[in-house]
């Protein structure tokens, strides 16, 4: 889900899905020399990734200080979630208006992939999570209001990073079919109240609670992303 449409862009789609599932934590570097030899381009195609993660509140980039996972202050985070509660009520809001069949056919695939996962990949645990959102985005037809929602989805996996306490993912994904069943069910006041208490739930699990950086090396982190040939 969600990789880019262009084939000279597999950096920008590994950065962004090691940001996601948190193996590049907040605050850490991101040389463009070391992620140039990782995936055997130029610091060029590395620059023109960065630039673009950058625009999408991903990354920071300095001008002479180079770039690192963006690190969002609890101020932000507070104004990121209830950005998002605004923009989850009007998806759902749209989703209960259309065709429920499609939908509950797509979210329940995509539930299934879910408890797949759980306890046994946090990584892909973590990112499924987050797409089952971008997925019901999606279903409303809205590029629009997909892609805000793609964007906002993933500043919160940032934040998950930095502030939130381990936990299993066993509580989203309960939460998920909840807004599943009541989307069946007919019920938009429920579907927008049981949305509305998932993300309060998020946000709550989201405790302040900041690691030291990960020391890890960001080419050995980045090497599990490159794509064979690509």
């Given amino acids: 889900m969600y990789k880019s449409s262009t084939r000279s862009f597999p950096v920008y789609d590994s950065l962004r899905q090691a940001i996601i599932e948190q193996a590049l ?51 932000e985070a507070h104004d990121i979630f209830e950005m998002r509660q605004c923009l989850e009520r009007e998806v759902i809001e749209r989703l209960c208006k259309m065709d429920a069949k499609p939908i509950l056919k797509a979210l329940k695939v995509h539930l299934a992939e879910e408890k797949k996962y759980l306890d046994v990949d946090t990584t892909r645990s973590i990112r499924l999570a987050g797409e089952f959102h971008i997925l019901l985005a999606e279903l409303t037809g ?74 890890d090396d960001v080419s050995a982190i980045l090497a599990r992303y490159v794509t064979p040939n690509a």
């Fill in 25 to 75: 934590k907040p605050g850490v570097k991101l040389p463009e020399d070391s992620i140039g030899e990782t995936f055997s381009v130029s610091r060029t195609t590395v620059r023109s990734a960065l630039v673009r993660l950058d625009a999408e509140g991903l990354v920071d980039l300095q001008p002479n200080r180079g770039a690192s996972v963006a690190v969002p202050t609890i101020e």
């Fill in 142 to 215: 809205s590029r629009i209001l997909a892609n805000y929602v793609n964007e906002i989805v993933s500043r919160c996996s940032l934040i998950l990073a930095r502030f939130a306490q381990a936990h299993s993912a066993k509580c989203g994904v309960d939460e998920h079919s909840e807004i599943i069943a009541a989307i069946e069910a007919g019920d938009a006041d429920r579907a927008a109240a049981q949305m509305h208490q998932h993300l309060d739930g998020v946000q709550d699990r989201a405790l302040l609670n900041p690691d030291d950086q990960d020391k």
